[in-house]
C-alpha cells in the first residue's frame, strides 16, 4: 500500500465497541461506575473514591476491551502490509484519526491530526518545528501564567536558544485570566499559547476573546485542551486555533497517546519533527524528502493499540454527551465548593473561581487545608480510600502568585458524584482530628 494514500480506509466502518452504560437525561453515575471496574476494586474492604481525574482519567470496560480486542485479533504494524490484518490495522488507526478531529470539530482530520505520546508532546513538536522556523531574536511568545509545565518548558527552552521574547498574561483576583491589558500584552506577538482551562484552579478561559486578538494581532494561537476537551464541547473552527492539543489519558483512554491538531497549510509548511522510518518519501545517501501530512510528523511505529482505545473512548464521550458531562461537573463542584466550605469555614481556602451561572467552571477544586502539608493531606485521605493529587501540578510559576509551595487536589469526572465528595469530607474531618 502506499505510504502517502490512506483517506481512504479511513473512512470505513467504525469497529470501536459501543459503551453499554445506558444514560437518560442526566448521568446516572451508578450506571457509568459499572463500566469502569477499577471503581469497584476493593482496598481494605471497601471501594476507592476516585477524585484526581484530572491527573489521568479511569478507564470504561469499553476501552480497554477495544485494545485487548486489536491485540488479540488484529495487531500487525500499520501502513506496511498488505496482509488482511495488517490492513485492519491500518484502518483502525486511520479511524481513530478521524474520531480524534471529529471530537474536536477538525474540518480535515485525516490531514490536521497527528499522534503523539501525549500533550507534552503535541506543544513541544509545535516549538521545535513550527517555533524554530518560525520564530527569532525579539518575537513574542504570549502565555499566561497559570500555564502547565507542558505549555511554559518548551517556550523557555526557544527563549534561551533563539532569544524570542516571552510575555505572560495575568491571573485576577477571581482566578481567572486578567486578559484587560490583552490587547497591549499581544503587541508583537507571533504566538500565543494558552491553556483552555486551569488543571490548578479550573477557570475556564476566554479563548474566543484571545483568538480575536490573536487575529487583530496577527499571532499565531495554540491552545492547550488537556483539560478542556474532555469535559466540554470543542470546536477548533469556530475559536479558529491554529494548533490545539489534547491527551488521551484525561478523557477515558490510555496513556501514551497525545493529539495535536493543526491547519493543514501550517503542517504542510513545518518541518518534521523526529526523523525515521514512516515519516519519509524517499531516503538517499545525501539526504531525504519527508512523506505527506500527518505521517510526515510520526516517525517510526505509532502508537497502534493506544490510538483505538483514544476512539473507544471518544464514542463513549460521545454517547454520553459532553454537555451533560458538562452540566454534571458543574453541579458536582458546586455541591463540593459549598459542602467544603460550610463544613470547614476557615480550615479551608479554595484557589479558584467561585461557581457561579454566568461563568463556566472546571470540576477542579484546589485546596490549603488549615496548616496542614498537601502531602500529609493526601496521605490520610489515602487512608480513607479517597484519592486525591498534592504537589505543585506541574504549575510551579501559579504556585509563586498562590503564594504556596503546593496545594491539594480534587478533581470530577462523570464517574463522580456526591458519595465520593462526603468521603473527601469525612476524610477531611478525619486529617482535622488528628492534625488539629
Ligand atoms: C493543562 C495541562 N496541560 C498539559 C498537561 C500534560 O499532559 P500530558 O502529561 O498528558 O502530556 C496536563 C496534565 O496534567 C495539564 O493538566
Not at 501550517?266 to 545525501?286: Q, T, Y
Not at 484546589?366 to 490520610?380: L, M, N
Not at 504549575?395 to 480534587?410: D, E, G, N, Q, Y
Request: net charge negative; hydrophobic share 40%.
Amino acid at each position: 500500500m502506499d505510504n502517502n494514500n490512506y483517506a481512504h480506509v479511513a473512512v470505513k466502518g467504525n469497529e470501536a465497541p459501543k459503551p453499554t452504560a445506558n444514560v437518560g437525561e442526566h448521568i446516572d453515575t451508578d450506571k457509568i461506575k459499572e463500566d469502569f471496574p477499577i471503581l469497584s476494586r476493593d482496598q481494605n474492604g471497601e471501594r476507592i473514591y476516585y477524585l484526581d481525574s484530572a491527573s489521568s482519567s479511569q478507564k470504561p470496560i469499553q476501552v480497554i476491551q477495544a485494545m485487548g480486542n486489536y491485540y488479540a485479533s488484529t495487531h500487525a504494524n500499520v501502513h506496511r502490509g498488505v496482509y488482511t490484518i495488517a490492513e485492519e490495522a491500518t484502518r483502525l488507526y486511520e479511524n481513530a484519526r478521524i474520531a480524534a478531529g471529529r471530537l474536536i470539530g477538525a474540518a480535515h482530520p485525516e490531514r490536521e491530526i497527528v499522534f503523539t505520546k501525549n500533550v507534552t508532546e503535541a506543544i513541544n513538536l509545535v516549538a521545535y518545528t513550527w517555533g524554530r522556523a518560525n520564530l527569532s531574536r525579539g518575537d513574542v511568545v504570549l502565555l499566561s501564567e497559570i500555564e502547565h509545565h507542558a505549555n511554559f518548558v518548551p517556550w523557555l527552552m526557544l527563549a534561551e536558544e533563539k532569544g524570542v521574547e516571552l510575555r505572560y498574561i495575568p491571573m485576577d483576583k477571581t482566578y481567572n485570566l486578567d486578559l484587560s491589558n490583552l490587547v497591549q500584552l499581544s503587541a508583537g506577538a507571533k504566538l500565543i499559547a494558552v491553556t483552555a482551562a486551569s488543571n490548578v484552579l479550573g477557570s475556564i478561559t476566554d479563548i474566543s476573546k484571545i483568538s480575536d486578538v490573536a487575529k487583530q494581532v496577527g499571532a499565531r494561537l495554540l491552545v492547550d485542551g488537556a483539560q478542556f476537551v474532555p469535559h466540554r464541547l470543542t470546536d477548533v473552527k469556530s475559536i479558529d486555533a491554529d494548533f490545539y492539543g489534547y491527551t488521551g489519558h484525561k478523557l477515558l483512554g490510555p496513556t501514551g497517546i497525545g493529539i495535536l491538531y493543526a491547519k493543514q497549510e501550517l503542517l504542510e509548511e513545518m518541518p518534521p519533527f523526529l526523523g525515521g522510518g514512516e515519516m519519509i518519501a524517499d531516503v538517499r545517501l545525501d539526504g531525504f524528502s519527508t512523506t505527506d501530512i500527518p505521517w510526515k510528523f510520526e516517525a517510526g511505529t505509532p502508537p497502534i493499540a493506544e490510538a483505538i482505545g483514544l476512539h473507544a473512548a471518544i464514542d463513549y464521550l460521545e454517547q454520553v454527551g459532553l454537555d451533560k458531562i458538562a452540566a454534571h461537573e458543574k453541579s458536582l463542584t458546586v455541591y463540593a465548593i459549598g459542602a467544603l466550605t460550610d463544613h470547614f469555614g476557615k480550615d479551608i481556602t479554595i484557589f479558584g473561581p467561585e461557581p457561579s451561572d454566568s461563568k463556566d467552571r472546571a470540576g477542579v477544586v484546589s485546596f490549603k487545608f488549615a496548616d496542614i502539608h498537601p502531602h500529609d493531606v493526601a496521605q490520610v485521605l489515602n487512608e480513607y480510600n479517597v484519592c486525591v493529587r498534592a504537589g505543585h501540578h506541574c504549575a510551579k510559576p501559579l504556585m509563586r502568585c498562590l503564594h504556596v509551595p503546593a496545594t491539594t487536589r480534587a478533581s470530577f469526572y462523570l464517574y463522580n458524584d456526591e458519595e465520593d465528595v462526603n468521603a473527601l469530607i469525612h476524610a477531611l474531618e478525619q486529617v482535622k482530628k488528628m492534625f488539629g
